[in-house]
């Protein structure tokens, strides 16, 4: 029982201390690519303590709804991180068919997220809701698929295990084709759901061009922090799910293979700060065409699995 | 090496949807050299293994397809001088999502083709893909030069079938078949030249005149 | 061999044509290589006709019974229309034809001539899928010869939906090379073909005859693959359409005959086959039927009874027995009337300067050869007896009788007789009646030189010639080239 409430800790406490650093990676490599030193690697610590220690202000109409987004919102992002493996091992929440209750967690979130901004009743925070309540609607099959594949190449529907130990003999095997797919795919689904360029730009604040930024334009202090967090651990669960993918563990030694996680999301980091900087946003208009061509690329490789070829 | 036609297949799948995604003309004509490219690789294995014919084939094929074919049709699309973009019928997304079900049905039905037991169901599916999706295509586009590439990319998905057949029809048939694909392009290039010069478009949806 | 001469002479008089620089010498010299292959196709035939087929090149050309009646066909409508071009362009003003525009309808000409003699000759049926599909590429440019917008649009739309039907004609000849069971450069010759048919697998037979049926099919013009045909053979020049009708037609339905054999021999029962002709063909005769009815301007008129023609000459393959006998014989007579049909219905255009048939009536007194003619073309094209069409068409409905093809007879007649109904008053008022308001005021009758009496009362003569009585040699012949259908 200890051990499981230490597993159950342990591994939270390596999702919360390390998110951070992933934005603080992205914006030192943005930084450094445009000429500049650019921002402290802890800087999005510090932020993150001083909106925590700062007072909020929330307008008359709103509801509890509105203070209850950001909190809940965290917690469905802290909850999905616990079923994807981080050391090799199982995850802290690992049964059969625990991708679709991750994908779901992810889904709490995200509605909590817009339920929050609508609740504001600004037309602004109204029109980044739908807009993420659209592009949700593109990317999350794409995610499904991608799993699916996963699945397949693998042989078994859980987290912990098609994307560790399961997929180490999928990749040389008549399934790798699938696989790159399947990486190329959940690059694309990434960028999006983690509101990167070229989907969205987080350093924007053009009202015709924000995405997440203008949901979170309401909200202040702890509850900006939360989902600050919230945006960075799941950029790192997205991170870690690639870094599975792409390099299925190798051995289950823990602390070999922690390293190698910490390189391999530093470089996922990296990936996407050099992506956003040599990069402009899409047109809104063709953002679903950027999605659908995910949902393609997944779903090819989901025929791939299936289809029994010589 | 051995599963080089495999995965040349496989990109040709993904050449096939950036068709159907692209708006511009240009793009158009170098996927159809990227096609080409592609094509003339997969008897490459034999062509290694020391078959002149499979080695005069990939050249051949190279030469045609992927380099004189795509240069004919650009230099066509550089000639006339108007918007260079391909207008579709139906938009990217709308047409990507039938090409996703065109493939997982080609897929099926690349089980099911009677051609024996030596008949890989991959290229079956592949090339049934490529067949159906460049006709989906073709009935989608208004410009004279997409319906063009559309042409060409079904001629590419039937000669995929014919390579899964007892590895392409007799050499003879094969350089034939790529000279009259080179006769081909230079006639539709002249055509598309001409036809900008009497209409100053080539927006087939605008050429309606003729019913009845 | 003469193969080989009848095979390379039309691509040196494309090249001879090229060097010559003067309109009139243009003229002449499609008529004189006209005569020549005409002259080479006949002693060929007659060869072919008495010894039984020739062949060459390890038997990948070849000439049997059936492509030597068509390769007869080819080379007498294309001398006829070549001297039909003199006479039509002659009365052409010098800016509708100037020395380029002939130089390259020259060149153009002999070429399609080239590739329609390359589909009949080819035994290997891959290189004459090579053949079909430049006769699409040699003949586009002959559609619009005058760079007008309809013409540029009819030429696109028969240069794409051709050469996409095309493709799937080589998808379904790869289907039957897949199903027979050799392999190598030899596989595809016909002869190979019909010698291992009855090893070959069904399936892949029957898939691959469904897709040269459509493929072929789009080149023939049956529908519903027809869409191309009334744009294409309307805004053509005239002696382009009569070629296009007369004869191109011909051989796509020619390559589909190649295969009907084999098929039926794969798959063991030759009435699937038949089934499929007749269904197309059913199609093609009621579609054609339909479009006919209420049409206004003559030379799409012309077109879709071409379609119609088509089809009756699918139906009369599909009967069987008999009906392949009666089909051979109405291609014949189709190639000969139509012919006729569109020498006179272009240089009345020609003269009256305008395609309206409301406004085209009395050409017998305005335009008295090509009027006639016209007249007789009609009457001949819509069944009329005594001509030969007349003679075909019952023909086919006897044998449809003895087959027992109850249900086709019916549709057969239904769709015959909408044609006589649709086409017969416009064919009378164009001959007849008085003079609506027209475009050029009339100048009296036209007088047309020898030339027009020659071609309108030779043809004529023939159509009724050949409609009350069969010589006993081209009985023969025409026996000959159905026991090749039959797979004898």
Same mark, same amino acid.
Request: with cysteine; aromatic share 10%.
């Given at each position: ?79 999905? *991180? ?25 889904g709490l979130a995200r509605f909590f997220m817009i ?78 759901? =983690? ?34 967090? *919230?945006?960075? *651990? ?60 995910? =949902? ?15 | 090496? +051995? ?5 040349? !297949? ?14 511009? !003309? ?24 020391? +078959?002149?014919?499979?080695? %005069? ?21 550089? +000639?006339?001088?108007?918007? !260079? ?36 169901? !991959? ?22 030069? +997409? ?5 060409? %990319? ?59 | ?14 090249l001879i044509s090229l060097a010559l620089r003067r ?25 072919? &006709? ?52 002939? $130089? ?5 000409? &002999? ?24 006769t699409t590429l040699a003949s586009t440019f002959l ?84 869409? $191309? ?57 009621? #579609? ?26 699918? #139906? ?173």
């Amino acid at each position: 029982m200890s051990g499981a409430i230490i597993h159950w800790a342990g591994h939270l406490a390596l999702v919360l201390v390390a998110s951070p650093l992933l934005f603080g990676i992205i914006s030192r490599t943005k930084a450094r690519v445009a000429g500049r030193t650019g921002p402290p690697l802890f800087q999005p610590y510090f932020d993150l303590i001083k909106l925590f220690r700062k007072g909020a202000v929330y307008s008359r109409t709103t509801t509890g709804v509105f203070r209850a987004g950001p909190v809940v919102a965290f917690a469905a992002i802290l909850s999905s *991180a616990l079923i994807v493996p981080f050391h090799g091992g199982r995850a802290p929440l690992s049964f059969q068919g625990d991708l679709v209750l991750f994908a779901y967690f992810l889904g709490l979130a995200r509605f909590f997220m817009i339920v929050a901004a609508l609740d504001t009743g600004s037309a602004f925070e109204g029109m980044g809701a739908s807009r993420e309540a659209s592009f949700s609607c593109l990317a999350e099959p794409a995610v499904f698929l991608s799993f699916i594949a996963l699945a397949r190449a693998s042989g078994s529907f859980s987290m912990s295990e098609f994307l560790s130990v399961g997929l180490i003999q999928a990749w040389p095997s008549a399934a790798g084709p699938a696989l790159v797919l399947v990486v190329a795919s959940f690059v694309l689904v990434l960028l999006a759901e =983690n509101a990167r360029i070229p989907v969205d730009d987080p350093a924007t604040h053009l009202e015709l061009t924000m995405i997440h930024e203008v949901m979170v334009l309401d909200h202040s202090g702890p509850d900006f922090g939360f989902l600050q967090y *919230a945006a960075a *651990a799941k950029l790192l669960v997205f991170g870690a799910i690639l870094v599975h993918i792409v390099h299925p563990v190798r051995s289950a030694g823990f602390l070999p293979f922690l390293a190698a996680m910490g390189l391999g999301l530093a470089l996922v980091a990296i990936l996407i700060g050099l992506i956003e900087s040599s990069m402009a946003r899409l047109r809104l208009a063709r953002v679903p065409q950027y999605l659908v061509a995910a =949902n393609v690329l997944s779903g090819f490789a989901v025929l791939l699995t299936l289809a029994p070829h010589s | 090496m +051995s599963d080089l036609p495999h995965t040349c !297949l496989l990109l040709i799948v993904l050449c096939n949807f950036y068709v159907l995604s692209t708006g511009r !003309l240009a793009n158009l004509i170098r996927i159809l050299s990227v096609e080409g490219v592609l094509l003339s690789l997969i008897p490459l294995p034999a062509a290694l293994a020391g +078959s002149a014919h499979a080695a %005069i084939l990939v050249a051949g094929t190279l030469a045609v397809k992927g380099v004189i074919m795509p240069a004919l049709l650009m230099r066509a699309l550089r +000639s006339i001088d108007e918007p !260079l973009d391909s207008r579709p019928i139906v938009g990217a997304v709308y047409s990507l999502i039938p090409g996703f079900f065109i493939l997982a049905a080609a897929f099926v039905a690349g089980l099911h083709i009677p051609l024996g037991d030596a008949f890989d169901p !991959l290229i079956g599916g592949v090339g049934l893909a490529t067949l159906v999706t460049s006709m989906l295509y073709m009935v989608n586009s208004r410009k004279a030069i +997409s319906q063009v590439i559309g042409f060409f %990319i079904m001629e590419n998905g039937i000669l995929i079938l014919a390579v899964g057949i007892r590895h392409g029809l007799p050499f003879v048939i094969e350089i034939a078949i790529l000279f009259d694909l080179l006769l081909a392009a230079m006639i539709f290039g002249g055509f598309i030249r001409r036809m900008h010069e009497v209409f100053t478009h080539t927006d087939t949806s605008r050429m309606r005149k003729l019913k009845g | 061999m003469i193969l080989w001469a009848i095979a390379l002479f039309p691509m040196s008089a494309a090249l001879i044509s090229l060097a010559l620089r003067r309109r009139s010498a243009v003229l002449i010299w499609i008529v004189a290589g006209s005569l020549v292959e005409l002259v080479l196709a006949l002693s060929a035939a007659a060869r072919v &006709f008495r010894a039984g087929a020739v062949s060459t090149l390890d038997g990948h050309i070849a000439l049997d019974a059936l492509s030597a009646l068509h390769l007869c066909l080819v080379a007498v409508v294309s001398l006829l229309s070549s001297i039909y071009a003199r006479e039509y362009f002659s009365h052409e003003s010098e800016s509708s034809l100037d020395d380029r525009t002939a $130089w390259k309808f020259g060149g153009l000409w &002999f070429a399609f001539i080239g590739s329609m003699v390359g589909v009949l000759l080819f035994n290997n049926v891959g290189l004459m899928w090579v053949s079909m599909e430049s006769t699409t590429l040699a003949s586009t440019f002959l559609i619009c010869l005058h760079r007008d917008r309809p013409s540029m649009e009819a030429a696109w739309k028969y240069l794409i939906i051709c050469s996409a039907g095309i493709m799937l004609g080589l998808l379904g000849t790869i289907f039957i090379y897949g199903a027979s069971p050799l392999a190598g450069e030899s596989a595809l010759k016909w002869s190979t073909l019909m010698d291992s048919a009855a090893q070959m697998d069904p399936r892949p037979a029957r898939i691959g005859f469904i897709l040269i049926l459509i493929g072929y099919g789009t080149k023939v013009g049956l529908a519903p693959m027809h869409t $191309w045909l009334p744009d294409a053979h309307s805004q053509a020049p005239t002696p382009v359409s009569a070629m296009f009708s007369g004869v191109l037609l011909n051989c796509g339905f020619y390559c589909i005959t190649r295969f009907v054999p084999i098929v039926s021999t794969a798959v063991g029962d030759p009435s699937w086959c038949r089934h499929m002709l007749l269904g197309f063909g059913l199609f093609s005769m009621l #579609v054609a039927s339909l479009f006919i009815l209420g049409q206004r301007d003559l030379k799409r008129l012309l077109a879709y009874s071409s379609v119609e023609h088509m089809g009756i000459v699918a #139906v009369g393959m599909g009967m069987g027995g008999g009906g392949t006998f009666a089909a051979l014989y109405h291609t014949i007579n189709h190639s000969v009337c139509k012919s006729l049909a569109f020498f006179c219905a272009g240089r009345t255009i020609q003269e009256r300067g305008t395609r309206d048939i409301e406004k085209l009536s009395a050409g017998r007194d305005r335009v008295p050869v090509w009027g006639s003619g016209l007249l007789v073309a009609l009457l001949a094209l819509i069944g009329c007896a005594p001509f030969s069409i007349f003679m075909s068409e019952f023909l086919i409905v006897r044998a449809g009788v003895e087959e027992g093809q109850v249900a086709a007879v019916a549709l057969f007649l239904l769709a015959a007789a909408t044609v006589f109904a649709g086409a017969l008053k416009p064919a009378i008022s164009l001959a007849f009646g008085v003079g609506k308001s027209e475009s050029r005021p009339p100048a009296g009758p036209v007088r047309s030189a020898g030339t027009a009496h020659a071609l309108v009362g030779i043809l004529s003569l023939v159509l009724i010639g050949l409609g009350v009585w069969i010589p006993a040699q081209l009985q023969t012949i025409l026996h000959q080239a159905a026991a090749v259908i039959a797979g004898n």
